[in-house]
């Protein structure tokens, strides 16, 4: 009986951890997902199902490595697998309404309009593990211990997989490029 009491309680600890989990990381897995998808009822939706996956597998979450950590290991997981089943864009812009009048001259917003997907089809070119580790590294500018951590590989990996993804883009965009901008 007092081991069924010990098991309650346990349960419901992990409950509350959890909930405040929820409540302090979803906005950055939001913008995670954000950064990889480039659609927000997609990110939305995407942030949702990791926190029910998270939810669900509460049970086999070891403690090996931070809640967070392994929350964003799960919602990365998810990205890649979006990507596998999408047959859409992956990085479309983020705003749909670009032509919004920002201060620039018509032929300076035309010049961002062409960098930005410019910048979206190198990067949807990437493989896999190198999109991912770029999006990790510059856009989260998470370390590389990290981003090891989350893709589950070394940081040797990861630091080789972002320079051959720095040095794809830059072979890409090289006319958009001046000096070291990546």
Request: glycine content about 6%.
């Amino acid at each position: 009986m007092n081991e069924m009491k010990n098991e309650d309680s346990e349960a419901k600890t992990g409950e509350k951890a959890f909930e405040k989990a929820v409540i302090d990381y979803r906005e950055r897995i939001y913008l995670m997902l954000l950064k990889y998808v480039r659609n927000r009822e997609d990110a939305k939706d995407l942030t949702q199902e990791t926190f029910i996956k998270a939810y669900n597998s509460l049970g086999s979450f070891r403690g090996e490595s931070g809640l967070y950590t392994w929350i964003y290991r799960i919602a990365v997981n998810l990205a890649i697998n979006y990507r596998t089943r999408s047959k859409t864009s992956l990085f479309r812009s983020i705003d749909d309404s670009q032509g919004i009048y920002n201060g620039n001259s018509p032929s300076d917003n035309l010049m961002q309009s062409e960098l930005s997907s410019g910048i979206d089809n190198s990067v949807r070119k990437l493989p896999e593990r190198q999109r991912m580790v770029f999006v990790l590294r510059y856009y989260e500018e998470k370390p590389y211990s990290e981003i090891a951590e989350i893709l589950g590989t070394t940081e040797g990996a990861a630091k080789a997989n972002y320079h051959h993804a720095i040095r794809k883009l830059k072979s890409d965009l090289g006319d958009y490029l001046r000096g070291d901008s990546l």
